[in-house]
Nanobody, 116 residues
Framework: QVQLVESGGGLVQPGGSLRLSCAAS????????MSWFRQAPGKERAMVAS????????FYADSVKGRFTISRDNAKKTVYLQMNSLKPEDTAVYYC?????????WGQGTQVTVSS
């Protein structure tokens, strides 16, 4: 079955950077778009960025444009989220997501905390 395993979260000061990774298995990774979502305390889960199967096309939420970059390595079956110029409002649990076989599949999430 689909398995998505995120890593790379942590505590970082405002203005700092983090790189999240999501290792995928259980499906043909190179054939599917991948996304990152985040959920802050008391808020709904929201899409942050997405990337097409080949990596040619990307989408970003307005709140992260110019600061975050999504990428993928199909040989490694991994999707990344490079986060720069982090702000306290970026604090959230970040989830990897794929829509596969007519189902939503999520990773377990990784906590990102931006605080001085």
């Amino acid at each position: 079955q689909v398995q998505l395993v995120e890593s790379g979260g942590g505590l970082v000061q405002p203005g700092g950077s983090l790189r999240l990774s999501c290792a995928a298995s259980g499906f043909t990774f190179s054939g599917y778009a991948m996304s990152w979502f985040r959920q802050a305390p008391g808020k709904e889960r929201a899409m942050v960025a997405s990337i097409s199967p080949t990596g040619v096309s990307t989408f970003y939420a307005d709140s992260v444009k110019g600061r975050f970059t999504i990428s993928r390595d199909n040989a490694k079956k991994t999707v990344y989220l490079q986060m720069n110029s982090l702000k306290p409002e970026d604090t959230a649990v970040y989830y990897c997501y794929v829509y596969y076989s007519r189902r939503d599949s999520w990773g377990q999430g990784t906590q990102v905390t931006v605080s001085s």
